[in-house]
């Protein structure tokens, strides 16, 4: 069973640009999240959508966007970029929202110079 | 305000040892807690887990101890090999209220020693 993908992997984009992240969940799964994760901050919980539904949110600017399509698959926007916005982007996917483990894709590394 | 506590950044251990990461944690809601490793440039992956319900949960070399009343939990990994070098990230989540995301301590840096 392939696991969970993300593209592209690595981005480099200048300040006040936005930007569009994919994420496609294992096969069968139906919950995607997304989270930040910058040094010494961990992981940080952006967002998480179940059937094509936003089910949670976490503590970010309405910059922060995402959705989810008909086929799991997710997307998540960043618009006026800032320096900070630097991170890398992980995503994850679970059966439900409900189910307590989740698996990771491998993340996009965001660059914002 | 951190929910989820993983108070050293990094720990070193000689091959063949023990190695103990710790997690804290505040939020009583938290009823699920997870353990993740994570190499560099992938993302993180599954180790282990436990429920409030329990004090502990095995699984080979990897065991998570659970001390509701403390708030705190541990991972003990024996004997230690260098293949477990990487980041460890303690997670946690409720299936009701507020936390029902998972919520990341900011991760231990394990490196064992040959």
């Known amino acids: 069973k392939a696991g969970v993908t993300q593209t592209p992997r690595y981005l480099i984009k200048t300040r006040g640009q936005q930007v569009t992240l994919s994420c496609s969940p294992i096969s069968g799964h139906r919950s995607v999240s997304w989270y930040q994760q910058t040094p010494g901050q961990g992981l940080q919980f952006l967002f998480e959508?179940?059937?094509?539904?936003?089910?949670n949110k976490g503590n970010f600017p309405g910059r922060f966007s995402g959705r989810q399509f008909s086929n799991s698959r997710s997307e998540m926007n960043v618009s006026t970029l800032e320096l900070g916005d630097s991170a890398l982007y992980l995503c994850?996917?679970?059966?439900?929202?409900?189910?307590?483990?989740?698996?990771f894709g491998p993340g996009t590394r965001l660059t914002v110079t | 305000d951190q929910q989820v506590k993983q108070n050293s950044p990094s720990l070193s251990v000689q091959e063949g040892r023990i190695s103990i990461l710790n997690c804290d944690y505040t939020n009583s809601m938290f009823d699920y807690f997870l353990w993740y490793k994570k190499y560099p440039a992938e993302g993180p992956t599954f180790l282990i887990s436990i429920s409030s319900i329990k004090d502990k949960n095995e699984d080979g070399r990897f065991t998570v101890f659970l001390n509701k009343s403390a708030k705190h939990l541990s991972l003990h990994i024996v004997p230690s090999q260098p293949g477990d070098s990487a980041v460890y990230f303690c997670?946690?989540?409720?299936?009701?209220?507020?936390?029902?995301?998972?919520?990341f301590g900011s991760g231990t840096q394990l490196t064992v020693l040959p």
């Open positions: 997670a946690a989540r409720s299936l009701s209220g507020s936390a029902r995301q998972l919520t």
């Open positions: 959508y179940f059937s094509e539904t936003q089910r």
């Open positions: 994850a996917s679970s059966h439900t929202s409900d189910s307590y483990e989740q698996y």
